[in-house]
Nanobody
């Protein structure tokens, strides 16, 4: 699966953004997909994951209740709706595909997009 993330930008604290991840490949609807993020000087960390059908999701504690992951298999696209953004959400956000049951671990995934920068100003 090849991935292309978009939708990042500059937003004020409390604002919202929606990230998109366009995927190519005929097996998109069978692939577990996720979002990770990497802040300057920090390790890449898990944000959210969604199963192939879209019926199951999980989130990092830091974003629960504020972020929503979803997918449209007809459009081969995954989304991350981010609300109530905080300065600590500032990072490059990466979409990824192919996660195993150990889905919060970066090494669980075998396909990565190029990343899109989200900057939250205080």
């Amino acid at each position: 699966v090849q991935l292309q993330a978009s939708g990042g930008g500059l937003v004020q604290t409390g604002g919202s953004l929606r990230l998109s991840c366009a995927a190519s490949g005929r097996t998109f609807s069978r692939v577990r997909m996720g979002w990770f993020r990497q802040a300057p000087g920090k390790e890449r960390e898990f944000v959210a994951v969604i199963n192939g059908s879209g019926g199951w999701q999980d989130y990092a504690d830091a974003v629960k209740g504020r972020f929503t992951i979803s997918r449209d298999n007809a459009k081969n696209t995954m989304y991350l709706q981010m609300n109530s953004l905080k300065p600590e959400d500032t990072a490059v956000y990466y979409c990824t595909a192919g996660g195993t049951d150990d889905y919060a671990r970066r090494s669980s995934y075998d396909s990565w997009g190029q990343g899109t920068l989200v900057t939250v100003s205080s």
